[in-house]
């Protein structure tokens, strides 16, 4: 800082005005170096309702109070707050001194009037030279202040949006399940943040089919949920012509899906993992394809059975056909067709001992088999039986903080008449 351009501004207050100049003249008399004086001396009583004073405190080095009397307190208060609003040192030279510091937020120095003028220059000196850098300082805390509301500001923002953009979601992809009489649906939905990077979907259609989808986004959030929102307006499951409607084998639509979805995506590498049945209500024949997707999985009285034609996932590959397998749901069968964030939902402490055998990864299988078994043997139901599957899942280490998205859609076939009818609930 050049010699020059240092400043000090001297208020008064309880104080004949020629006295502070003649004692602020006199102190500034011994510093080393030649220093250009603002000399403001006026009534502080005046002074507070001047939007100058704030201006001429932020123009200066040092503020220097001279004061005597009931005016010393309520004047220092206020100058101080001023000052270390400014980020200027303020030294105050009254009657009555307190403790170095006291009462305020900046640099404060109080010295008594008997004080010598060569001692009060030297701790005037002392102030100059911390001033420009107690002023940058100053400046950074404001200025982080600011980015700090305004960063704020933009996070409730940020949230409200998401909230409303998760709410959307729910509206458009969570829908009834549809009736059929000999059948029982169920489902496990649960979100790891607002927006949910899984779905499912079950699908009329026409009268004797069903269709049954999983999928998962890759990653989390809004991308995902959008990606999603395209799959559930893309995916065809039906072609149309006369004199009705010809139902698509899952690998036919996941074929058709993926070439529409790498046209439409644009540069970006957006992939999906997917599980699609169709399940005949008339024949109760099942067809499934998978692209990159955990594989559904039929358990009947003797076992399960793994339902993998394999495929990669939606978005990878072009003009990709994906194959698809067929099975035959048997009464008291159960369907179940999860995401994978299933493989890592029971990778912590282990209640049950027989499910403790099993690796973490694959413990999820233990807790279908169970669900299926107690909807087949146990007479509780498939409802009831998914409830039972979720007080397990509330029951894991971080299940308020789960890792990945959980989704899972179960179908069990129950006592059916030879002629099922379909019926999709209000």
Known sequence: MPPDSLKVLVLVAGVPLEAARARAGAICAFCPVRQRIALSVDSLSQAWAAPALRKAIDATNVVMLITRGEHARPARERLAEFAADAGVPLLVITDAPVALGSGADGPVVELAHSAEDRNVASVLLGLMASSRATRELSLRCRALERATQAASTMLERT??????????????????????????????????????????????????????????????????????????????????????????????????????????????????????????????????????????????????????????????????????????????????????????????????????????????????????????????????????????LDQQGGSLHQLDDITLLAVRREATPQSATLRIAA
């Open 159 to 392: 949230h409200d949006e998401m909230e409303s953009a998760a709410l959307l979601q729910r509206e458009l992809l969570n829908h009834d399940l549809p009736k059929v009489d000999g059948l029982s649906i169920g489902s496990i939905s649960r979100a790891s943040s607002s927006l949910n990077g899984d779905m499912f979907d079950v699908v009329r259609l026409g009268p004797d089919h069903l269709g049954l989808l999983v999928a998962d986004a890759a990653g989390h959030g809004v991308s995902a949920a959008i990606t999603l929102m395209l799959l559930s307006k893309l995916m065809p499951m039906t072609e149309s012509h006369a004199p009705g409607a010809r139902v698509l084998s899952p690998g036919e639509a996941l074929s058709r899906f993926n070439d529409a979805f790498i046209d439409r995506r644009g540069p970006t590498h957006l992939l999906v993992t997917a599980a699609y049945c169709v399940l005949d209500t008339r024949t109760w024949e099942l067809e499934s394809a998978v692209a990159g997707h955990p594989a559904p999985i039929v358990y009947s009285g003797v076992g399960r059975v793994e339902l993998d034609a394999g495929g990669p996932p939606l978005g990878a590959i072009p003009d990709f056909t994906y194959p698809s397998l067929k099975v035959s749901l048997e009464q008291g069968d159960s369907l179940a067709i999860y995401s994978d964030g299933f493989e890592r939902a029971f990778e912590g402490a282990c209640a049950d001992s027989d499910a403790a055998t099993f690796p973490s990864h694959e413990r999820h299988l233990w807790h279908f088999a169970r669900m299926a078994t107690r909807a087949r043997q146990d007479g509780a139901g498939l409802r009831e039986a998914i409830a039972d599957l979720e007080r397990a």
